[in-house]
């Protein structure tokens, strides 16, 4: 075999593999099973002094010395060769006279499952946020369609709903679609969602090792109802004043903070993930960076930024004042709100007599 790879070209870092009966067998499952059973028989039997308590499976098993390396996460700080999940290079880390990986204890299938899970779930399922990459996954009766998955809506806003309907359906907008799913799950008509719960981590790596820096679970109903919050919240009338504003994508919500999105700091999109997935309260400096921002559009004369606006508008509603609406409330008690009423009022006025002045009464007086 090794004569006959050499005539044909072949090189000592080349993979080989087997096709029999005219199948690969690395492409058929049927074997796994047999494989697992038979690795175990290899493993030292219980009595052994080196077993030990498998974090993963709860099980004595004879741990792995070293764990496989977790792939795709080179472009979050991580190596191209893969990133290391548990690591223990120095003694200063190691507890009790371990070494290396046996100081956080797996079994070698158990190890090589929570990787594959891992290099599935970063090839599928993550959104690069922050110069990290959030991955996320349910667990219940039935697997979670992309259509009725929150993150994706979160993550693409009015733009999810292009994806899967024409133009003339897209009037449902993100957050309808949020409210309907939530209905479902509360009356019962969607019984494959009711027991269901997601999972979410953020992953990213450093000198060779995965770093988590957030995990977040909970009941999917309690997400939906997150996300359906998050898109009310930053429902906000068109500029035009015809219309509501489409749902924005999550990311356009942070780019309202800066004239770029390269200059909102990473901890900032962080919090406001958590913000929207876990229906916090705004940030007072996200607040104030907004603000900032609406001031110079103010000064400038430019078109209002819809996500930015409602930015403004979710920070007082989460802070507990119902009477702000996504349109004109003419019964809101706050006296700056019917002054900023007045300053309108006093601009619409100046430009219906001169026009175009330039600096106008709102760039003045602002």
Request: proline share 4%; hydrophobic share 40%.
């Amino acid at each position: 075999i090794g004569e006959r790879l050499r005539e044909h070209g072949a090189r000592p870092s080349d993979l080989v593999t087997f096709h029999v009966g005219g199948h690969f067998l690395v492409d058929c499952s049927s074997w796994h099973q047999w494989w697992r059973t038979y690795r175990r028989t290899l493993q030292k039997q219980p009595g052994s002094a080196t077993l030990m308590r498998c974090l993963a499976s709860g099980e004595l098993v004879e741990p792995a010395r070293t764990q496989p390396k977790v792939s795709g996460l080179a472009d979050v700080g991580g190596l191209a060769t893969g990133d290391a999940l548990a690591s223990y290079k120095q003694e200063a880390f190691c507890s009790y006279g371990l070494e290396q990986a046996h100081n956080a204890a797996v079994s070698d299938d158990e190890a090589h499952a929570y990787r594959a899970a891992l290099d599935d779930l970063i090839s599928k399922h993550a959104q690069k946020l922050a110069g990290a990459k959030v991955i996320h996954w349910f667990a219940g009766r039935k697997p979670i369609d992309r259509k009725d998955d929150p993150f994706v809506m979160l993550e693409t806003g009015l733009e999810f709903l292009d994806e899967l309907e024409t133009r003339e359906q897209t009037e449902l907008q993100a957050q309808n679609r949020a409210k309907r799913l939530l209905e479902a799950v509360r009356t019962g008509t969607r019984p494959e969602l009711h027991d269901n719960y997601y999972y979410a981590a953020t992953l990213s790596g450093s000198s060779g090792r995965v770093m988590v820096r957030d995990w977040m679970e909970g009941q999917f109903e309690q997400l939906v109802g997150n996300i359906s919050a998050w898109f009310d919240d930053l429902t906000i009338v068109h500029r035009e004043g015809t219309r509501m504003a489409p749902s924005p994508k999550f990311m356009a919500v942070v780019g309202a903070l800066g004239r770029e999105l390269r200059e909102i700091p990473s901890p900032t999109i962080a919090k406001l993930w958590r913000v929207a997935v876990r229906w916090e309260p705004i940030p007072q400096q996200v607040l104030a960076q907004a603000l900032s921002r609406a001031r110079l559009d103010f000064i400038k004369a430019e078109p209002a930024n819809h996500a930015r606006m409602g930015l403004l508008k979710a920070f007082h509603i989460r802070k507990g004042d119902t009477q702000m609406m996504p349109y004109l409330n003419e019964e809101h008690p706050s006296c700056a709100y019917h002054c900023g009423r007045l300053m309108a009022v006093l601009a619409a006025i100046q430009y219906a007599a001169f026009g175009d002045v330039g600096a106008g009464v709102v760039q003045r007086y602002y």
